[in-house]
């Protein structure tokens, strides 16, 4: 995935019924990939998001289904994954456990990359959309370094420690698009 400026647009919020998905990607069999999936388990059970509109759910490795999830509606996507400590093939001095917030527009994309039914590429799932029959919806995500992604189960301490901030950036992206419970706050 091209990175793009950490400043995220302002988008109008959505009405009430809006389709809003949350999407934890990564594979949790290589440490710190397992980002993405650790976050949408804190989110699925985060009681803040109780009655709101938004769809929190681990895809791991599975990018077709994110894709066929993605043709059903989503008018905003959040998806939280691992993301390259560099941006435009330059180092930005990220440290592992960083957590950055991006926004992804269509002209971030290419349209041609290769949609592998057997594994999770964000950026051509995401890419690849309209080939599909859909639109990107209003995009961001929320990405952390990583500090190992090496063979291996569980988060490195720096990665770990980046999950409530990354619920955090999460809770106040939702808050800007979805009308939610009285409770939510970001």
């Known amino acids: 995935m091209n990175a793009?400026?950490?400043e995220v647009p302002a988008v109008p919020a959505l009405k009430a019924a809006a389709r809003v998905l949350v999407a934890g990607v990564g594979n949790i069999f290589l440490r710190d990939d397992g980002f993405?999936?650790?976050v949408a388990q804190q989110l699925a059970s985060d009681s803040r998001l109780s009655g709101s509109k938004v769809?929190?759910?681990?895809y791991g490795i599975r990018g077709m289904?994110?894709?066929y999830d993605l043709l059903d509606g989503v008018e905003?996507?959040?998806l939280v994954d691992a993301v390259p400590a560099e941006e435009n093939g330059e180092r930005t001095?990220?440290?592992a456990g960083s957590v950055r917030?991006?926004?992804i527009r269509s002209e971030h994309l290419d349209g041609r990359a290769a949609l592998d039914p057997h594994g999770m590429n964000p950026a051509a799932v995401l890419g690849r959309l309209r080939t599909l029959g859909g639109e990107l919806p209003t995009t961001y995500v929320v990405g952390c370094v990583p500090a190992d992604v090496s063979e291996g189960i569980g988060l490195s301490d720096p990665v770990s420690a980046a999950v409530p901030g990354a619920v955090s950036a999460v809770v106040s992206l939702?808050?800007?698009h979805v009308l939610v419970n009285p409770s939510f706050t970001a």
Do not use: T
């Open 93 to 95: 001095g990220s440290p």
């Open 55 to 58: 769809r929190v759910v681990d």
């Open 65 to 67: 289904h994110l894709a």
């Open 76 to 78: 905003v996507l959040v």
């Open 36 to 38: 993405g999936p650790e």
């Open 4 to 6: 793009v400026p950490a």
């Open 174 to 176: 939702l808050a800007r």
């Open 101 to 103: 917030v991006m926004g």
